[in-house]
C-alpha cells in the first residue's frame, strides 16, 4: 500500500488524481488494501482467463460432443426402428405369399392327386370288371365242360345200367340212343 501512495505522491497532481487519492483513502478507511484488491483483481482475471481457454471451453466442447453423438445415436435408432418395422412388414407380407403359394399347390397338389386318384380307381374298375368277364368265361367253360363230362359220365353210367337190366349187349346204335336220351334229360 504504501508504494501505490508513494506513486501517486510522484504523479503530477491533477483532480483525477486527486480523486484516485480520495478514493485510497477511503478504502483504507474500511480496512481495504487497494494494491492487494488491486493484485487480486488481476489473478482473478488471469485464474478466469486461464481456466476458460484451459478447463471450461474443452469441457463444454467434450460436453457439446456428447450431446452431438447423443443426438446421432437417437437418430440412429429411430431408423433402427423405421427399418425393423420395414423388415417387420416384409417379413408378414413374404410369409402371407409363401401360405398362399403352399395353399395354391397344396389345392392343386390335392386336385392332382384326385385327378390321379380318380384315374387310378377308373383303371381299377376296368381291371376288376374284366378279371370279372374273364372268371365269368372261364366258370362258363369249365360249367359247360363239367356238364359236358358229366353229360358222358351219366349217359355212361345209363348205358351201362341199362345194359346190365336188360342182361344184352347194347348196340352202338343203341348206346348212341340212350345217352342222347340221358343227356337230353339232364339238360
Not at 417379413?91 to 405369399?97: D, G, L, M
Not at 383303371?123 to 365269368?136: M, P
Amino acid at each position: 500500500m504504501n508504494n501505490f501512495l508513494f506513486l501517486a505522491a510522484a504523479a503530477p497532481k491533477t483532480e483525477s488524481d486527486s480523486m484516485v487519492m480520495e478514493m485510497v483513502h477511503k478504502f483504507e478507511g474500511v480496512g481495504v488494501n487497494a494494491s492487494s484488491l488491486l493484485a487480486q483483481f488481476i489473478v482473478f482475471l488471469t485464474l478466469a482467463f486461464l481456466l476458460k481457454k484451459f478447463a471450461f471451453d474443452p469441457i463444454l466442447a467434450v460436453m457439446d460432443e456428447r450431446r452431438r453423438k447423443i443426438a446421432e445415436s437417437l437418430e440412429n435408432a429411430e431408423k433402427i426402428k423405421k427399418e425393423l418395422v420395414e423388415a417387420e412388414a416384409t417379413r408378414r407380407e413374404i410369409i402371407s405369399k409363401a401360405n398362399a403359394e403352399a395353399t395354391a399347390l397344396i389345392e392343386e397338389a390335392k386336385k392332382s392327386a384326385d385327378l390321379v386318384g380318380s384315374k387310378r380307381i377308373a383303371e381299377a374298375t376296368a381291371q376288376a370288371e374284366s378279371v370279372l368277364l374273364r372268371a365269368d368265361e372261364a366258370a362258363r367253360r369249365d360249367r359247360e365242360k363239367l356238364m359236358s363230362d358229366l353229360k358222358k359220365e351219366v349217359a355212361g353210367m345209363v348205358v351201362r345200367t341199362t345194359a346190365k337190366v336188360v342182361g344184352r349187349v347194347i348196340t352202338a346204335e343203341d348206346e348212341a340212343r340212350l345217352r342222347q336220351e340221358a343227356a337230353g334229360s339232364l339238360s
